[in-house]
Structures are given as structure tokens and as C-alpha cells.
């Protein structure tokens, strides 16, 4: 069985910086594309950046590009989702997210696997 466990959430004030980490157990990171996803209050859950089995390629949203960076270690299992420039919408819980192929983790019909997410809060 498959968890997921994001590790790295917390309060900072606008144009600061945080990183998150994901830690994957069980199953085949390797081969799977992988993802982040945020969800604030009211609104739906969003995606936020992915990036395939190899770390080849990188999807972001066009509200962080430039900002975030995802980024992924196949041999400790783990994710990471620099983010830089916060803005208080950025506030959300994150998640992270293990895709059910190996290209694709940037919607969540193509997700498998969720972590139980990490909070961000940014303060003006």
C-alpha cells in the first residue's frame, strides 16, 4: 500500500519562502508521475506543478510559475515543491500526489494516491 506523508507546511509572511517535502512508501515512485495539489477554503482542489517518472519534465500552473519549482529524488522516494514569492493566495492546505501513470499527475482523475496534505499559510 502506498502513503504518502508531506512534511514542511507552516506560516510565513508574503514574499517569503518555503519548502515542502513528500516522502512515498511502499509501491513504485519511480516509475510514476507525481504531483502537488493545494485546496483552500470554499474552493475546489487545484493543481499545482507535476513532474514525470524521471524528472524530466515539469508542469506548473500558470499562478506559480516562476515561483515554484517541483522536484523529485527516485532513490530516497520523495518530492519537493520549492516555493518562493509567496503571496497570501497561495494559502491552502498541500497535497501530494502519486499519478496513475507515469507522465501525468497534473489532474485529479489522473491521481492514485494522496497524502493527507501539509498546511501553508501566508500572512500580508
Known amino acids: 500500500q502506498v502513503q504518502l506523508v508531506e512534511s514542511g507546511g507552516g506560516l510565513v509572511q508574503a514574499g517569503g519562502s518555503l519548502r515542502l517535502s513528500c516522502a512515498a512508501s511502499?509501491?513504485?515512485?519511480?516509475?510514476?508521475?507525481m504531483g502537488w495539489f493545494r485546496q483552500a477554503p470554499g474552493k475546489e482542489r487545484e493543481s499545482v506543478a507535476s513532474?514525470?517518472?524521471?524528472?524530466?519534465?515539469?508542469y506548473y500552473a500558470d499562478s506559480v510559475k516562476g515561483r515554484f519549482t517541483i522536484s523529485r529524488d527516485n532513490v530516497k522516494k520523495a518530492l519537493y515543491l520549492q516555493m518562493s514569492s509567496l503571496k497570501p493566495e497561495d494559502t491552502a492546505v498541500y497535497y501530494c500526489a502519486m499519478g496513475r501513470n507515469s507522465v501525468s499527475a497534473m489532474r485529479k482523475d489522473a491521481v492514485d494516491y494522496w497524502g493527507q496534505g501539509t498546511q501553508v499559510t501566508v500572512s500580508s
Open positions: 513532474v514525470i517518472w524521471s524528472g524530466g519534465s515539469t
Open positions: 511502499g509501491g513504485t515512485f519511480s516509475s510514476r508521475a
